[in-house]
C-alpha cells in the first residue's frame, strides 16, 4: 500500500507534469506557427500582411482575454479554468489543422485560431520558464520538419495528443482549489470589454499601419478607438470594487520602468520571430526545417543565458544583470540592419544568439524584481522596498 505522503507525493508529480505540458504546449504553438507561415502563404495564394493573421488574431485575442480568465479563476476556480482551457485549445488546434482544407478556407484557419487563442488564455498564466525555453526551441524544429515531410496541417495537430494527456493528468492530479466565499463583488464585464477593444483595436493599428496607411480612416479609427478605450479603462479601474488590473501597482515607477521593459523585449522578440521565417525561405532559399533549426539559435542562446542569470543574481544583483542584458539585445538588434541576401548563416545564427542571450540575461531578472516589487495585499507599497533601491541591486 502507498502511503499518504507517498500518494501526496505523486500527486505533486503529477501536478508539476500536467503544468509543464501547459506550458510547453503553449510557447511551442507560438514558435512551431511562424516557421510554416510562408508555407501556409503559398498554399492559400495570400501575402505575407494577410497571413500574418494567423498570428496576430490569437495575440489579440490572447491579450484581451488572458486578464479575464485570471480573475475568473478566483471565483470559480484554478482547476475548473485550467482543464477548460486545455480542452478549448486542444479543440482549437485540431480544428485549426482539419477545416482550413476541408472549406479550402483560409479564414476558417483564422477563426480556428481565435477558439485556439480562448484556450491559451486560459491557460497562460502558469509559466514555468525553463519549460517555456524549451517549449520555444522545440518549436522552429518540429514546425520545419512537419511542414516539411508532412503538412502544415500538423502543426496544429501536434498539440491535440499533449492536451489530451494534460486534461487526464490534471483531472487526478490538481487540487480543486478554493473559490470565492462570501458575496464577492460583481465581475468587472465593463473591464473585460474595454481590455479587449483597447489593446485589440491598438493590436490592428500596429499590425496593418504600414500595409494600409498610417493616416487610412480605418488605422486612425482604430488608434482613436484604442485611445478612448484604454483611457476610460485607467478611470473605470481606479473606481472598481474588484478591477481586473490594479492600476496603483503602476504608482511605483520602479515597477512601471520594469514591466516597460520586459515587454518591450517580448514586442522586439514577437518581430523578430514573425518576419525571420520569411526572410529565410523567401530571401535565403532555406528550406523549412533549416529555417527552423537556424532559428533554435535565439531560443538555446536564451536558455544558457538564463541559467547564468540565475547563478548571478545573488552576487551581481538584478539591476546589473537587465542592464547588461539590455546593452546585448540592443547590439544584436543594431546587426539585423546589416541582414540581406548575402547575409552568411554564420552571421545569421551570431546574430540571433545575441539576442536570445541578452534576453535571457534580462528576463529572469526582470521577472525576479517584479515578483518582489509587488505587494502582498494587491495595494499601494513605499517605494523604499523595491530591490532597485537596495544596494547592488
Given amino acids: ?69 485570471g480573475k475568473a479563476a478566483d471565483r470559480i476556480g484554478f482547476k475548473t479554468v485550467f482543464l477548460a482551457g486545455f480542452g478549448v485549445f486542444t479543440a482549437g488546434s485540431f480544428f485549426c489543422g482539419f477545416f482550413p482544407e476541408i472549406f479550402d478556407s483560409f479564414w476558417m484557419l483564422i477563426a480556428s485560431r481565435v477558439l485556439q487563442a480562448i484556450g491559451g488564455a486560459m491557460i497562460a498564466a502558469i509559466a514555468p520558464a525553463l519549460v517555456a525555453a524549451f517549449g520555444t526551441a522545440a518549436g522552429p524544429i518540429l514546425g520545419g520538419v512537419l ?52 489593446l485589440g483595436s491598438l493590436i490592428y493599428a500596429v499590425s496593418e499601419g504600414s500595409a494600409l496607411g498610417w493616416t487610412s480612416p480605418a488605422i486612425l479609427s482604430a488608434l482613436a478607438a484604442a485611445g478612448v478605450a484604454l483611457g476610460y479603462l485607467v478611470l473605470h479601474e481606479r473606481r472598481a470594487a474588484d478591477p481586473l488590473l490594479d492600476f496603483r501597482l503602476f504608482a511605483n515607477r520602479n515597477f512601471l520602468y520594469v514591466n516597460l521593459m520586459l ?12 518576419l525571420l521565417p520569411f526572410f529565410l525561405e523567401l530571401v535565403k532559399g532555406f528550406d523549412p526545417s533549416t529555417s527552423g533549426l537556424v532559428l533554435t539559435a535565439l531560443s538555446f542562446a536564451m536558455m544558457a543565458s538564463g541559467f547564468l542569470s540565475g547563478m548571478l543574481i545573488n552576487s551581481i544583483g538584478n539591476r546589473r544583470l537587465c542592464i547588461a542584458g539590455a546593452l546585448v539585445v540592443s547590439a544584436g538588434y543594431l546587426m539585423f540592419h546589416l541582414f540581406s541576401a548575402e547575409s552568411t548563416i554564420y552571421y545569421i545564427i551570431g546574430t540571433l544568439a545575441a539576442v536570445g542571450f541578452g534576453l535571457g540575461l ?21 517605494q523604499a522596498s523595491s530591490p532597485w533601491s537596495a544596494p547592488g541591486r
Fill in 147 to 198: 511542414t516539411q515531410y508532412l503538412s502544415w496541417n500538423w502543426i496544429f495537430y501536434i498539440n491535440v495528443p499533449v492536451g489530451f494527456a494534460a486534461i487526464l493528468l490534471g483531472s487526478y492530479a490538481i487540487p480543486a482549489g478554493r473559490t470565492a466565499t462570501g458575496t464577492p463583488s460583481p465581475f468587472d464585464r465593463l473591464g473585460a470589454v474595454l481590455i479587449f477593444v483597447g
Fill in 1 to 69: 500500500m502507498h502511503s499518504p505522503d507517498g500518494n501526496a507525493s505523486q500527486q505533486y508529480t503529477l501536478l508539476m507534469v500536467s503544468v509543464a505540458l501547459a506550458m510547453f504546449m503553449t510557447s511551442l504553438d507560438g514558435t512551431i506557427v511562424n516557421i510554416a507561415l510562408p508555407t501556409i502563404s503559398t498554399i492559400f495564394d495570400l501575402p505575407s500582411t494577410t497571413v500574418s493573421w494567423v498570428a496576430t488574431a490569437c495575440l489579440l485575442v490572447l491579450t484581451g482575454c488572458v486578464l479575464v480568465f
Fill in 263 to 274: 515587454a518591450l523585449s517580448y514586442f522586439l522578440f514577437g518581430g523578430v520571430n514573425y
Fill in 362 to 382: 534580462m528576463l529572469s531578472p526582470g521577472t525576479n524584481m517584479v515578483m518582489n516589487m509587488a505587494p502582498a495585499t494587491g495595494t499601494a507599497w513605499s
